[in-house]
């Protein structure tokens, strides 16, 4: 369990630390910086990318050994999610690009923002279940 926390310490919290870091010191110089300026650049895009592409590589690397952790319907369920969020995230970060460099009329790129918080509860949400049950940190 040890493991487990100072994964998750690691891999989910400190990841996301520059953002409250960011935040709080444009509190402590009386600036206003809001959630837009924070992660309005697809940042969430990235890091929940980054986290879908470790469960794969895991699990890949849990495939090799000769008596694998995982069950084999268990891996499926858990690769074609963590594949759909790989997708979606990277549609989801062209698609704010596209907004920013004033090539997709109509959209709005806040819109997207609340999109990166759902996407990064849903990954964080599926990497932490997967690695408390297959114990593999």
Do not use: H
Request: contains cysteine.
């Amino acid at each position: 369990m040890a493991n487990f926390v100072l994964w998750v310490l690691g891999s989910v919290i400190l990841p996301l630390a520059p953002l409250a870091a960011i935040r709080a010191a444009g509190w402590l110089m009386s600036r206003s910086i809001t959630l837009e300026d924070l992660i309005g650049d697809g940042v969430l895009f990235f890091y929940n990318t980054s986290l879908s592409g470790l469960v794969l590589i895991d699990i890949w690397r849990d495939s090799l050994l000769p008596a694998p952790r995982m069950a084999p319907g268990a891996v499926g369920i858990i690769v074609a999610v963590a594949v759909v969020m790989l997708i979606l995230n990277a549609i989801c970060y062209a698609t704010l690009v596209l907004i920013r460099i004033g090539k997709l009329e109509g959209s709005r790129a806040r819109d997207l923002m609340g999109v990166s918080w759902q996407l990064m509860f849903v990954v964080v949400t599926l990497v932490t279940t997967f690695r408390f049950f297959s114990r593999i940190y």
